[in-house]
């Protein structure tokens, strides 16, 4: 699966600095009650209304008033120099990869996880997402908590680094620090670690029980470490 973004409002923004021009929003009415509301929002240029849009919240609109000034003939766009907005407006292509992962298949889990960052980068993909534990697969169970198997993980994720050159990934692995184990994801760009975070919200449903082999993430605790010889974030 892939797709593409674009943060409208912040391109509005970054295109009004570079036109010296000022670009404010303001919110004119707020209709409904306490469990729904709708925001009015305008978008001012140089104190002149260009669109008006609506929203569940004031961000929400700013998506619509792009469309709105990169499409209407009513708003002389040359004079504006809108037109630039959307010629000018940055982009990231994301692309979810599903693979079919089987625990202490180390060989094969690397190589289906380096054709998937092979054929992303063929798609010109920025950012490519794994699934989680896509490393070791997620059925590993009680070799999660044994001491070699998260630093088998870990070195297989080393061994990836060379294969991101150019793209960014977010890819799933069992970290254990001390006596506790950690459901993880590493981000790697441009073949390098810049962080990893551990999951927060466990799977306690049906036959999922991870509390079983994983400690829960706090957001709260981060700490820049040296950890395999590379420095970067690293949030448990």
Known sequence: MITTTTNYKSKIIE??????????????KINGNQRYREFVVVLQINDAEIAQGKGSTRKKPSKKHLKMLAKSSKLQLSQLNLRQI????SSIKIAGATLNQTPLDWKGNQERIIAAINEAKSKQVELL???????????????????W????????LS?????????TIAIGLPIRIGEK??????????SKIKGIVAKQFMAIDGVH??????????????????????????EI
């Not at 959307?86 to 407006?89: F, H, S, Y």
């Not at 198997?149 to 297989?156: E, G, I, R, T, Y």
């Not at 061994?159 to 793209?167: F, Q, R, S, V």
């Not at 184990?181 to 441009?190: F, G, K, R, S």
Request: charged share 20%.
């Open 149 to 156: 198997f998260p630093q088998k993980a870990v070195s297989q």
């Open 15 to 28: 295109w009004s600095q570079k036109e010296n021009k000022k670009a404010e929003y303001q919110v004119v």
């Open 209 to 234: 029980y991870e509390f079983r082999w994983f400690t829960l993430g706090s957001p709260m605790r981060s700490l820049n470490t040296n950890w395999m010889e590379k420095k970067f974030l690293l």
């Open 129 to 147: 997402c794994f699934p989680e534990l896509a490393i070791t697969g997620y059925g590993a169970e009680d070799l999660f908590l044994s001491q």
């Open 181 to 190: 184990i950690y459901n993880t994801v590493a981000v790697i760009e441009n």
């Open 86 to 89: 959307t010629n000018q407006m």
């Open 159 to 167: 061994l990836l680094l060379p294969h991101c050159e150019g793209i």
